[in-house]
C-alpha cells in the first residue's frame, strides 16, 4: 500500500493527497529503481497546469525519456513507452487476482481534475478518453500520433494492476475479441455462399429460364392480342 512521505499514513486509492496531513506525495516513479530529471525543461507544456513539462530519464545506464510535471506530477509518454515501462516494472506474474482487480478499479477516489478533454503536448489536438486495459479504473488521455498522458497518481495504479493480472485479463479480452471477430466472419462467409448456391432466374447467357408449362407463352399471345382489339 502507497503511504504519505510526510507523516506515512496510507494514501488513498488512486490519489496522492493524504487525508492526514495534507501532503502531496510524489511517489509515480518509486516502482522504477532509477531515474533522473534532467535541469532543462522539456519544450512540451502541461496540458492541466500549462507549464512546461521536466524531462525524466527512467534508466541508470542509457536512455528512457519521458515527460513529467513538477505541479500536478503527471507524466507524457511517446507511442509505446507506457506499455514498456510497466512491463519493465512488473514481472513474473501469472495468475489473475479477479476479486483484487475489482477492488482496484470500484474503490479508486473521483478524478483529482475535473473530467474534460485536453490537449496533446506536441501537437495541441484535443486527445480521446480511454479505459487502460481491462478492471485497470484508469482512464488516460491518449493521441494516436504522438503518445498518452497519465494523471498524477494513476501510473502507481497501474503497476498495482499488473501485479494483481490485469494485463493477463487483458490479454484474454482480446483474445475474446478475436474468436468472436472469427466467427462473425465465418458467418458472413458461410451466408455469402449460401447465396451463391440459389439458382438465379437467369441462365448462363443472361436470358431467363424458360417456362416449364408449354402453354404459357401462347396464352400471353392470346391476352395480346386481346386487348388490341
Known amino acids: 500500500m502507497a503511504r504519505c512521505s510526510n507523516c ?10 493524504c487525508d492526514y496531513c495534507g501532503n502531496r506525495t510524489d511517489i509515480d516513479l518509486q516502482g522504477i529503481h532509477h531515474y533522473t530529471t534532467h ?3 522539456s519544450p512540451r507544456s502541461c496540458p492541466r497546469c500549462m507549464v512546461k513539462l521536466k524531462t525524466v530519464n527512467l534508466t541508470s545506464q ?17 507511442p509505446g513507452e507506457l506499455e514498456a515501462v510497466l512491463e519493465a516494472t512488473v514481472k513474473n506474474v501469472f495468475e489473475i487476482d479477479r476479486e483484487r482487480l475489482n477492488a482496484v478499479s470500484n474503490d479508486r477516489r473521483p ?16 486527445m480521446h478518453r480511454v479505459n ?8 488516460v488521455d491518449r493521441c494516436r500520433q504522438h503518445g498518452v498522458w497519465v ?16 494485463h493477463l485479463l487483458e490479454q484474454q479480452r482480446k483474445e475474446e ?30 436470358e431467363p429460364l424458360r417456362q416449364s408449362d408449354p402453354d404459357l407463352f401462347e396464352l400471353i399471345i392470346k391476352a395480346i392480342r386481346f386487348f388490341m382489339k
Open 8 to 17: 506515512k499514513a496510507p494514501l488513498p486509492p488512486g490519489s496522492q493527497l
Open 39 to 41: 535541469d532543462l525543461d
Open 62 to 78: 542509457g536512455r528512457f525519456l519521458i515527460e513529467r510535471c513538477g505541479s500536478c506530477y503527471g507524466l507524457f509518454f511517446d
Open 111 to 126: 478524478d483529482q481534475h475535473p473530467i474534460a478533454y485536453i490537449k496533446c503536448p506536441v501537437c495541441g489536438e484535443l
Open 132 to 139: 487502460f486495459g481491462a478492471k485497470s479504473g484508469v482512464v
Open 151 to 166: 494523471d498524477g497518481g494513476e501510473l502507481r495504479q497501474l503497476f498495482e494492476w499488473m501485479k494483481l493480472g490485469g
Open 177 to 206: 475479441q478475436r474468436k468472436e471477430a472469427e466467427r462473425r466472419e465465418q458467418k458472413e462467409r458461410e451466408k455469402l455462399k449460401g447465396w451463391a448456391e440459389e439458382p438465379s432466374a437467369f441462365d448462363r447467357y443472361g
